[in-house]
């Protein structure tokens, strides 16, 4: 499982052909990729990773808070690209990527745990969809987070 987690300000999900608008004030906006090894273990690993990732400023202007401390939402959109490996040649392979089905499955999972267990706001976009995506990235800060099977 591949995320790229961006501090923001705000972000905003839009689906113009199912009328659809997602929006978050600050949090993080979450682009997250399943691939095809991906279960639930790294369902659960990543949404406790993302919950408790700190990269808020505190009081000393450190990166020592996570989501949860300052009380941010979670912009969640699915994003199997991430799992694009243009390592030879010009054009990317998927073939990491989990088929749609499970990819689906993944992805709503890591929302339910998110919000179940750690008591998050969380967004999303429509899973499979055309989407235009605005983030306010604060920093910046981006961090890549991978869990895979030998991780």
């Not at 691939?35 to 993302?50: F, P």
């Not at 990269?55 to 949860?68: H, P």
């Not at 983030?135 to 869990?147: A, Q, Y």
Request: charged share 20%; net charge neutral.
């Amino acid at each position: 499982m591949i995320a790229v987690v961006q501090r923001v300000t705000q972000a905003s999900v839009v689906v113009q052909e199912e009328n659809y608008h997602a929006a978050i004030g600050a949090g993080l906006c979450v682009l997250l990729c399943a691939e095809q090894e991906d279960g639930e273990e790294h369902c659960r690993w990543m949404a406790g990773k993302l919950a408790n990732l700190r990269i808020f400023r505190d009081e000393a202007g450190k990166m020592n808070r996570s989501v949860l401390e300052i009380g941010g939402e979670i912009l969640a959109v699915s994003q199997f690209t991430l799992a694009g490996d243009a390592s030879k040649g010009h054009r990317p392979s998927f073939v990491a990527a989990a088929p749609p089905e499970q990819g689906r499955r993944w992805f709503d999972r890591v929302g339910t745990v998110l919000a179940t267990e750690h008591g998050l706001t969380v967004k999303t976009g429509i899973f499979g969809a055309k989407m235009q995506v605005t983030i306010v990235n604060d920093g910046p800060v981006t961090i890549i987070i991978r869990k895979n099977s030998n991780s």
